[in-house]
């Protein structure tokens, strides 16, 4: 078991290449920018519309930068009126930027933003970035994250709407690159096409976060794979040894978004009740990545307490929630015993 752990290491954490992030996801500082845009009319249209609006980035930083940029509402469920006043937002650069430019590097950027308008429902976001930064602990086949200060200035009147933390999400294609790898855009695989060790890594993750809204496998809807998970793997026509990449965690029980709620097919009382959803093929590499998290709780609970813009409430309430996670994954009986009961064929 020893050399299997010491193996596990080495595949999650020093990839044949890890190449460094373009200048926008080096590193953790929070940024300030601007955005100017019709917003009127795409918080108007986000439940129905994904069309494309002419706007402005302005990022203020030591060296000031303005980018034209094409805005849209993106996503699926927060587009809707009934969960967000205000939609996720993809960024398109009208054009490429330069090479001494922050945004270096970048073409289409995805915005996850205050969905309401209370000051206390972003920091369900700031929990779902939390969720981020977690996974770029454990590994570097994760997308980073930059959180912003965001102006949101509309342009028919030039007056601020809202000023909000947010935060901006790696392409995968980026994250696959550092690592030399590529994304890769598939149907529906089967489990034995998974690197099995990022496959334990990624269940036990889901299991920290408290996420059931997951497929490492399979796609929705007749979409292709994975929801809410995109796959990495060597090559483009690689078929074996795929990595998951997972996103998209506001369904969380770390989050506890008040519009979520479990699965329709898992029966827990809500999203804060863990579920173990692992492959049982899956169970060994699964205990060498929870021996790999238990190695990493001081650096996993010091993400959560290096942030500022946590309020005292949520950043106990979520100390709590992690330190029970380590709790249930205490020792491999105890894995056995909470998490591999519910492990799929």
Partial sequence: MTRFLIAFAILLTTP?????????????????????????????????????????????????????????????????????????????????????????GQNRLKLVTHCKRSARFQQYYLMEYTAYRFLNVMTPLSLKVR???????????????????????????????RNDMVEIDTPDINKAQLNAAHAGLYSIFQYMIGNLDWSMHSGVDGKDCCHNTKLVGAKAAAQEQLVPVPYDFDYSGLVNAPYAVPPENISVRNVQQRRYRGFCTHNGDALAAAAAFRAKKGELLAVLADNSALEDRTLKSAERYVNAFFDDIADDATIEKKLFRHCRD
């Fill in 16 to 104: 044949a290449w890890a190449g460094n992030p373009h200048p926008l996801f080096a590193d953790e500082n929070p940024i300030k920018l601007t955005i100017t845009a019709p917003f009127g009319e795409i918080t108007h249209k986000a439940e129905r519309s994904t069309d494309q609006h002419e706007a402005r980035l302005d990022y203020h930083g030591a060296a000031a930068e303005t980018h034209a940029i094409k805005l849209s509402a993106r996503g699926n469920s927060r587009r809707s009126k009934l969960l967000c006043d205000f939609p996720p937002l993809r960024i398109e650069f009208a054009e490429k930027p330069v090479d001494a430019s922050f945004f270096d």
């Fill in 147 to 177: 959180m912003a200060e965001i102006d949101y200035v509309d342009a028919k009147n030039g007056k601020t709407v809202i000023s909000r933390l947010g935060f901006l999400i790696e392409d995968t294609d980026d994250a696959a690159r």
